[in-house]
């Protein structure tokens, strides 16, 4: 099945940094989604992006299909954007593969 | 987007009892998948949930295990059999949406089995 392989594990962040997150996949995808996980557990979607780039707020977000990865750009960082950052792809549909995840901490 | 209940949304069992989650949606919707994640761990799909039919499973699920309803487009239910501790993870179910090839989630149900 699809790999997908998520960099860094794990960063420390002061407030106010600005971060970025890979994700690579081993396969052609149709659907790429980024998640943040918060500390209750519940995912929230970031970006639905299989291709191109998008912005939301301090967030913003890159997928490169034909070199198979995707880039998450987290700037000036808050406490609140602590916790795990997801990756997911799916060769088909909704079904998807989930890297290991990003686990992002900003201290004040 | 669709708006997904998971109910309950935390529970403690006894080893050897079963769970069954529910996940009601606002709308109808063609795919509904359940998936779990292990403390610590990333998140991992059970199975596709077909309406009319026998759920479809990924390998190293299985059905007596994890026995799963779609009785109609706007409801599933995922049934954890015979519980052991190895089955404390988080449980979340999961909906296509209706114009392009994104998935949502529900809340989750985080189980711990003692």
């Known amino acids: 099945g699809i790999q997908v392989e998520q960099s860094p594990p794990d960063l420390i962040l002061q407030e106010g940094a600005n971060s970025t997150l890979r994700c690579n996949f081993s396969d052609s995808v149709n659907n790429l989604q980024w998640f943040h996980q918060n500390p209750w557990g519940q995912l929230i979607n970031l970006f639905y992006?299989?291709?191109g780039t998008k912005q939301n707020g301090r967030l913003s977000a890159t997928t490169v299909a034909t070199e198979r990865y995707s880039l998450l750009y987290i700037s000036s960082s808050q406490t609140t954007d602590s916790g795990v950052y997801f990756c997911?792809?799916?060769?088909?549909?909704?079904?998807?593969?989930f890297g290991k995840g990003t686990k992002l901490s900003v201290i004040p | 987007s669709a708006v997904i209940s998971q109910k309950p949304s935390r529970d403690i069992c006894q080893r050897g009892t079963s769970l069954t989650i529910q996940c009601q949606v606002d709308?109808?919707?063609?795919?509904m998948f359940w998936y779990r994640q292990q403390p610590g761990q990333s998140l991992t799909l059970i199975a596709t949930a077909n309406q009319g039919s026998e759920a479809t499973y990924e390998s190293g699920f299985v059905i007596d295990k994890f026995p799963i309803s779609r009785p109609n487009l706007t409801f599933s239910t995922l049934t954890v059999s015979n519980m052991s501790p190895e089955d404390s993870s988080i449980y979340l179910c999961s909906v296509g949406s209706r114009s392009n090839t994104e998935a949502f989630f529900g809340q989750g149900t985080r189980l711990t089995v003692v």
């Open positions: 997911a792809v799916a060769p088909g549909s909704y079904q998807l593969t």
């Open positions: 992006i299989p291709s």
């Open positions: 709308s109808q919707v063609t795919m």
